[in-house]
């Protein structure tokens, strides 16, 4: 708001602005509840995309606030958003194809009830593109959309209302590129071609035409290194075209410069969540001398090695490098040849770790990208107690990134290249280490202290687009407010569902599972004791949620 208010005051702009929430982006009420109470001196809105959400957005926005419903919709559908402009809310319909604006027309004569102009829904047409977006989302854009009207349907949308009355109603024109807009090219290219259809609809008769809604796509900037960074506008960048640009195309074309909505989401949602997830465990690749299985013969190869890690130096690290990697290959050759046998192989393993990590100790790997790979090989696995599918589903699907922090030894430069495992049963339930975009760590023992790691950036969609894969539902969620001195508190706790309402969820029959889960345990042979110690730990795990134990830290 506030970049949009200087840049309104820079251009002398005479439209206003407005902004919306879409929804879809998150519809918790936790959010949605502290959104809408923390804009409401801006008279921020909410945008609906199905039956559900319109009652959200009924329910939460203030009236004479703006909502906006985008989207395919049905007769009963277009029946809420009378109910709701009867209510007192500024409710704009936008059209996406012409047989919507056919039951507008037919839900007004069969409701039968009189409705004054002004408590009748404002209408809006989505306008299909010719401009399109780039990255994931360009097909959000173009004439390949999957939304919008024509230009030739247009002009029909037109002559509807006028014949039926509703013209007056026909308030706004929108459109949408593509979430994530990466390059404010295409924004501007868009801009330009909006401004000119608002201008020819308004000179056509569209006299009550006074807004356009520019969508949404405001990028978020996911990456935590300079050099990955995509996004190349600032916000400030962003308001000052999308306001000089309407402001230009209103003079040249003749016609008042048009309310400026937008809908961006995930630049509203995404930095409100972090999930918070401790590493159990380390899958190390440190191996030591104590492992080795020396035998008396051990074959050649094994032997070479042996002597390339006693006699590496800092004169001959790089070559000694290059033959024990060649020697690795070799002998895991040998090996699938049945030449060598298993120990032989842990031999192999072990001291080409061993010779790399010192020769990676005794050269300077600045400037060495050769080296500089090798070294990122060595990386430790950390597993964490959280599932991808459930709380990172765009990693998943999208191979979107997340700024992820250790929460622990912050005075302490983390410098352990870091895989991330989740605890599900799927080898996709990984976060590999990317050399381009590396994830350094500490090195730590989580027998001896807990460590924490901080996934940024959650906000927007991945709560109600996370699957219970292997069964692992919404985490543990806290609610925390600051104040302006900066004191915090813990407003609500919602705890994570336990292993019977999961199963309830999924339409099990609880009440059997548990009555099977008992007889089985008071029809066996043991004694009453062990049956009575059994069905106490039975429940006790039952009451609790799927997510592994946190290995507690020492004390004292």
């Known amino acids: 708001f506030g ?48 039956k559900a959400e ?5 329910a939460n926005t203030p009236l004479g606030a703006p909502i906006t419903v985008n989207g395919f919709k049905d007769k009963e559908m277009i029946a809420l958003c009378f109910i709701a402009a009867k ?52 097909k959000s854009g173009g004439y390949s959309s999957k939304f919008g009207l024509t230009s030739t349907e247009l002009l029909i949308a037109c002559d509807i209302l006028k014949n039926e009355g509703w013209i007056e109603r026909f308030s706004m024109i929108h459109f949408h590129i593509g979430s994530q807009m990466e390059e404010i090219s295409p924004l501007k290219k868009a801009l330009r071609e909006a401004g000119n259809i608002y201008a020819d609809l308004i000179k056509m008769g569209a006299s009550s035409l006074s807004s356009i809604n520019i969508g949404g796509g405001l990028a978020v900037e996911y990456s935590q290194i300079p050099k990955s960074q995509t996004r190349n506008y600032s916000i400030k960048e962003f308001a000052n075209d999308v306001v000089y640009l309407m402001k230009d195309i209103s003079q040249s074309k003749g016609v008042k410069e048009p309310n400026i909505f ?4 995930r630049f509203i949602a995404a930095s409100h969540a972090i999930l918070i997830a401790p590493v159990l465990e380390l899958f190390s690749q440190e191996y030591h001398e104590k492992s080795l299985r020396v035998k008396e013969s051990n074959p050649p190869l094994i032997e070479e090695l042996f002597d390339l890690y006693e006699n590496i130096e800092k004169s001959n690290a790089r070559e000694y490098l290059h033959d024990a990697i060649d020697h690795l290959e070799s002998l895991l050759t040998l090996f699938d040849l049945g030449y060598i046998d298993l120990e032989d192989r842990s031999n192999t393993e072990i001291l080409v770790n061993l010779i790399v990590k010192k020769a990676i100790f005794l050269l300077d790997t600045k400037g060495r990208e050769d080296l500089k790979q090798i070294e990122d090989k060595i990386q430790e696995k950390y597993l964490v107690n959280f599932s991808i599918f459930q709380s990172l589903p765009d990693f998943w699907g999208l191979g979107q990134g997340f700024p992820i922090v250790p929460l622990s030894h912050l005075s302490k430069e983390p410098t352990q290249a870091a895989a991330i495992w989740d605890i599900t049963c799927d080898s996709d339930g990984e976060i590999a280490y990317n050399s381009k975009a590396p994830l350094k760590l500490h090195d730590i023992d989580v027998e001896k202290e807990e460590y924490f790691l901080g996934f940024f950036l959650v906000g927007a969609y991945q709560e109600v687009l996370g699957m219970k894969h292997n069964l692992f539902t919404h985490p543990t969620e806290a609610t925390i407010t ?9 407003e609500s706790l919602l705890e994570a569902q336990n292993l019977m309402d999961i199963l309830d969820d999924l339409d099990y029959d609880i009440g059997i599972i548990d009555k099977k889960l008992k007889s089985n345990i008071e029809e066996s042979s043991l004694s009453e004791e062990e049956k009575e110690t059994l069905l106490g730990k039975l429940y006790l795990y039952l009451s609790e949620n799927s997510y592994l134990k946190t290995i507690q830290a020492s004390r004292g």
Not at 54 to 58: G, V
Not at 129 to 137: E, K, L, N, Y
């Open 3 to 50: 970049e949009f208010e200087r840049a309104f005051d820079e251009f002398e702009y005479q439209g206003s602005f407005n902004a919306v929430f879409p929804l879809k982006v998150n519809q918790f009420p936790n959010f949605v509840s502290r959104v809408t109470d923390a804009s409401s001196s801006y008279n921020y809105g909410l945008e609906a995309g199905s």
């Open 54 to 58: 319109l009652i959200i957005a009924m």
């Open 87 to 138: 209510s007192g809310h500024n409710i704009t319909i936008t059209i996406e194809g012409l047989n919507e604006l056919e039951t507008i027309i037919e839900v007004h004569k069969e409701f039968g009830i009189n409705f004054a102009s002004t408590q009748l829904p404002h209408i809006g047409m989505r306008i299909r593109m010719h401009s399109a977006g780039v990255g994931a989302w360009a």
């Open 262 to 265: 937008t809908e961006s989401g």
């Open 482 to 490: 600051f104040d302006e001195s900066g004191e915090y508190r813990i």
